[in-house]
């Protein structure tokens, strides 16, 4: 069993397309999510599945980003999932957690990504572009926002959509698709670097 954090700030639409994933339920477990915010649609979810939340931040009951990689320790985790998590990851996690800690982007990055990229703002700078193209990607976490190596990426034809909605409702059907696809292929020991590059193998 592949032991996951998945990390949240929102309505938690992709955690509960890993829940729900009938070839996942054998291979991983969600042993804890964890938050910046006090309450947000993503914890309803993983309550209503009796799964542990943790509310990251200063003050009563909170964890504090100092403290965040010895909780995840206490986890024995095989891998950090950002689900709609909109905060940079303390620098010891992810060097703690090297190639362990993953992230769904609503756009092909390297386009559209970086600080204040998230949710309806990617939608809308895509949108803007006039792209005829726009999809999800999975990728590793490093220090900065949206920079770390592609794992794996989805696209979804844009070229008739009238609004940034249109768009994201588009992408959202694809990442609750990718998402899951990829944690499989972690829990099937099948993401590889191989020369540089992030390959999944068959
Ligand atoms: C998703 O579209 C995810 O790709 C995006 O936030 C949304 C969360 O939705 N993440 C980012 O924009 C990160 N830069 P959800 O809470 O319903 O899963």
Redesign the pocket.
């Known amino acids: 069993m592949l032991r996951i954090a998945v990390f949240?700030?929102?309505?938690?639409?992709?955690?509960?397309?890993i829940l729900n994933h009938p070839e996942l339920s054998n291979l991983i477990k969600i042993v804890a999510v964890f938050s910046d915010k006090t309450e947000?649609?993503?914890f309803d979810i993983a309550r209503s599945y009796s799964i542990e939340t943790h509310v990251i931040g200063k003050g009563e009951n909170k964890i504090d980003q100092s403290d965040l990689l010895k909780v995840l320790k206490n986890y024995n985790l095989n891998l950090i999932v950002?689900?709609?998590?909109?905060k940079l990851i303390p620098i010891d996690v992810v060097k703690y957690f090297e190639n362990r800690i993953i992230?769904?982007?609503?756009a092909l990055l390297p386009s559209f990504?970086g600080k204040g990229?998230?949710?309806m703002?990617?939608h809308d700078a895509v949108f803007n572009s006039s792209a005829k193209v726009s999809g999800?990607t999975v990728h590793f976490v490093d220090a900065e926002?949206?920079k770390g190596k592609i794992i794996a990426q989805r696209c979804v034809d844009i070229s008739d959509v009238s609004s940034p909605e249109d768009i994201?409702e588009r992408?959202?059907k694809i990442?609750h698709q990718l998402l899951p696809e990829v944690i499989k292929a972690f829990a099937e020991n099948r993401v590889k670097i191989v020369d540089n590059r992030v390959v999944i193998k068959t």
Do not use: T, W
């Not at 992230?103 to 609503?106: D, F, L, S």
């Open positions: 949240v700030s929102g309505r938690g639409s992709n955690l509960k397309a947000c649609g993503a950002l689900a709609g998590y909109l992230n769904i982007h609503p990504g990229m998230y949710g703002k990617v999800a926002y949206d994201a992408v959202l990442e």
